[in-house]
């Protein structure tokens, strides 16, 4: 079974043999280790196609942490929204950013179920625009991100690319 400071290790292996490092960042959550990854080279505006660099992404992490068949640990898979509306011909499928966010999640859940991973560990989370980038675990579960902090959150083109993100947290246990 590796230990959180081991995946942590292995994720910084495979950011740095890809080169992402500038839009990919290894966290720690007080659930466990968390890798979160810009939303640019995950999937296209409003959609929830993986993109091939995302693909590469999840290989990499099959193959290296979670096909362990010992390890039951949860995974859990979040897709985190900006606070921009939904595209009015995009509503009929997604009539939100709750719906768009839980869709990408799902997305890559059942992707990483067809590389071999073990359904009963993976978890799909859609946090639509309720968990800005910069907020902590703390903020969001204390209730401190009201619509006010996530408007300053999503106030520039750079801090809106930050929040389109998808995140894999690795649990403790």
């Known amino acids: 079974l590796q230990t ?5 290790a292995e994720f910084a292996e495979i950011i740095q043999e890809l080169g992402i490092e500038k839009s990919t960042n290894i966290i720690s959550d007080p659930r466990g280790v968390a890798i979160e990854m810009d939303g640019d080279i995950c999937f296209g505006s409003g959609s929830t196609n993986i993109k091939t660099m995302l693909e590469t992404i999840l290989d990499e992490a099959a193959n290296k942490i979670l096909t362990n068949e010992e390890d039951y640990r949860m995974v859990i ?4 929204t900006d ?3 939904i595209p009015k011909k995009l509503q009929k499928i997604y009539p939100t950013n709750w719906e768009l966010s839980a869709a990408r ?3 890559v859940v059942n992707y990483l ?3 071999g991973v073990n359904s009963g560990r993976l978890q799909a ?7 800005p980038a910069e907020a902590s675990w703390f903020d969001v579960r204390s209730g401190k991100i009201t619509d006010q902090t ?3 959150y999503n ?3 750079q801090q809106k690319q930050k929040n389109r993100r998808i995140k894999i947290v690795f649990t403790n246990n």
């Open 77 to 80: 898979i979040e897709g985190h």
């Open 155 to 157: 106030l520039s083109e």
């Open 125 to 131: 989370s859609g946090y639509a625009d309720r968990w």
């Open 4 to 8: 959180q400071s081991e995946v942590r």
């Open 83 to 85: 606070s921009d509306k």
């Open 150 to 152: 996530i408007g300053e």
């Open 113 to 115: 179920i067809s590389q």
């Open 105 to 107: 999640a799902s997305s």
